[in-house]
């Protein structure tokens, strides 16, 4: 085999991997039940992960338009983003992953948001003892 045919599938092998979004093909498949599973991501930019769930927490991540993350649970007193708002208020959902990184709930296909800041089914994040 050439270099340059080793090279092209090297390049191959890379690009794939970097366009994975964490979710085997086989399990993402979106949740149409409510609660903790696989979503779709709705943000034509894709997202960007975060160690915590505030804009201004360190980016560990992204996943792309169409990709399927996992959550597992939500909090509702993360950071506003300073646009989106609903029930009259900052919309401060955010969505932790099976990684352990968060995303900003707007932009995933999560159900709705209720007032009390959860998407229907969706348990809040526990943290602590």
């Not at 975060?50 to 996992?70: F, H, K, L």
């Amino acid at each position: 085999m050439s270099w340059r045919a080793r090279a092209a599938g090297a390049v191959a092998v890379v690009a794939a991997s970097l366009a994975w979004s964490g979710a085997p093909a086989a399990q993402a498949t979106e949740n149409t039940a409510n609660g903790e599973g696989w979503y779709r991501v709705n943000a034509t930019d894709g997202v960007f992960k975060r160690e915590w769930a505030d804009y201004g927490a360190r980016v560990t991540g992204s996943a792309n338009y169409g990709s399927m993350v996992y959550v597992v649970c939500q909090v509702n007193n993360g950071g506003w983003d300073g646009v989106h708002t609903q029930y009259g208020r900052p919309f401060t959902t955010w969505d932790r992953l099976s990684d352990g990184s968060y995303v900003y709930d707007w932009w995933i296909g999560t159900p709705a948001v209720a007032e009390d800041g959860y998407s229907p089914g969706m348990p809040a994040c526990v943290f602590g003892p």
